[in-house]
């Protein structure tokens, strides 16, 4: 939501939420901190970890992490935890972002898992019901970019999670959850649920985003390769907006907001056609 909504709007709603759990309005940089700690604490499914921002180094905390996604390596013993190297690979990631993107990171990300891509599939993951935990596997070759994009994904995700609270995204919020072959997701084409369907447009919209941020000045900057090439990405997800936003039966699954947020998210892509035929 970052790249197609703007900072402001994300930090409004942060803003918003983090005022319903305090007595007086929110003024400082540490009221909304305070106040968006205590409005996770209420919403979230389980704990999450107090911040700062930091990331786990402890192998129990790790282990629990990966249950908690179903990242748990085949061979139970074999330690999880990346190479050194992973955490300045992380950091450079996020310092590529936008201070704004990293400002808005650093209020719903309290704790980082880095897990070693020989124990878990290279990629990365977030959970909506728990915001404030993420995990990257770096895989073979990485590069800052490609450790943004992921950041950029699981931000969004979690934006996307705390617009849910502020609007409402979904006319049944049990039946957009429930795992099933609704549509088509934006970066595989693959029938998901209508949240995950719904998440994914955002997602490849702020992706193209981020890409075009990284190569402002830089044409021939090859940017983060995760997501697929340009071209692929953008036209899966396209598909993906076509299907979510023509189905006959949209407004029984989505509601206003979150129908606006699809249309906004097209439009950020086709938007990207033409910088892609240069």
């Not at 919020?173 to 970066?187: G, H, I, K, M």
Request: some cysteine; glycine content about 6%; charged content about 25%.
């Amino acid at each position: 939501m970052y790249y197609t909504s703007g900072f402001h709007e994300c930090l409004n709603n942060l803003v918003v939420l983090a005022s319903t759990r305090m007595n007086a309005p929110v003024r400082t940089k540490q009221d909304l901190a305070a106040g968006l700690r205590d409005f996770v604490a209420a919403t979230n499914t389980t704990p999450a970890a107090p911040g700062p921002l930091h990331v786990v180094d402890d192998e129990d905390r790790l282990r629990a992490l990966a249950r908690q996604f179903h990242r748990q390596p085949a061979d139970g013993g074999r330690r999880l935890a990346a190479l050194p190297g992973a955490v300045a690979l992380f950091q450079d990631g996020l310092d590529t972002l936008p201070p704004q993107a990293q400002r808005l990171f650093r209020l719903l990300v309290t704790e980082v898992a880095l897990f070693d891509a020989d124990a878990v599939t290279p990629g990365s993951g977030a959970l909506v019901e728990q915001v404030g935990s993420i995990y990257v596997a770096p895989g073979t070759g990485w590069r800052a970019a490609d450790v943004a994009e992921c950041l950029v994904h699981e931000l969004t995700h979690l934006l996307l999670r705390c617009d849910e609270h502020r609007y409402g995204h979904y006319v049944d919020p049990a039946d957009a959850l429930r795992e099933q072959e609704f549509s088509r997701t934006a970066v595989s084409l693959t029938p998901r649920s209508p949240m995950v369907a719904f998440h994914s447009l955002v997602v490849a919209a702020e992706i193209m985003g981020l890409r075009a941020q990284l190569r402002r000045g830089e044409p021939r900057s090859p940017g983060g390769s995760v997501h697929g090439p340009d071209k692929l990405l953008v036209d899966r997800a396209l598909q993906c907006a076509d299907d979510l936003l023509h189905r006959p039966d949209r407004d029984s699954h989505y509601r206003e907001r979150a129908v606006a947020l699809m249309e906004h998210a097209a439009t950020g892509l086709r938007s990207a056609l033409p910088e892609m035929a240069l």
